[in-house]
């Protein structure tokens, strides 16, 4: 199970190697807290859908914090996507049914991430840097 807890985003981020890296296009970071189901393991597979159709993957420096879980111990981690100023509106996370991968098939999870027009903009404005920080275990309990 994956919810969404926020949404920011900056043209710097900090990533967990404690490297900065400044962009000119924007990293959305989608803060999210998840429960490993049926089976321990990582959220992995989490891509960021443009309203237009463009997809967007993490990619390195800049990595996903959420680390392997436990059955049943929510965690709370960062999931960062380089995405240009205009892809920022109307942007859903795609999480596999399956985040750790065990199951085979094309399900997947459509979390929209609530941003209008007057959201994107602010959101595309921000240049202060966002650190990701560690995986938190047993959010929420």
Request: contains cysteine.
């Amino acid at each position: 199970m994956v919810t969404v807890t926020s949404v920011e985003a900056s043209t710097q981020v900090v990533a967990l190697t404690g490297t900065a890296v400044s962009r000119e296009g924007v990293f959305l970071v989608a803060r999210v807290t998840w429960t490993a189901t049926p089976e321990p393991g990582p959220l992995t597979g989490a891509t960021l859908l443009a309203r237009d159709g463009r997809t967007y993957e993490t990619t390195s420096p800049v990595n996903s914090t959420c680390i392997r879980a436990q059955t049943g111990i929510p965690i709370g981690c960062a999931i960062p996507f380089e995405v240009p100023k205009d892809a920022l509106e109307g942007a859903e996370l795609i999480v596999p049914a399956d985040p750790g991968g065990a199951v085979a098939g094309d399900q997947e999870l459509h979390i929209d991430l609530g941003i209008d027009a007057a959201i994107a903009a602010g959101l595309g404005a921000h240049t202060s840097p966002i650190t990701l920080g560690e995986a938190v275990q047993g959010v929420g309990r």
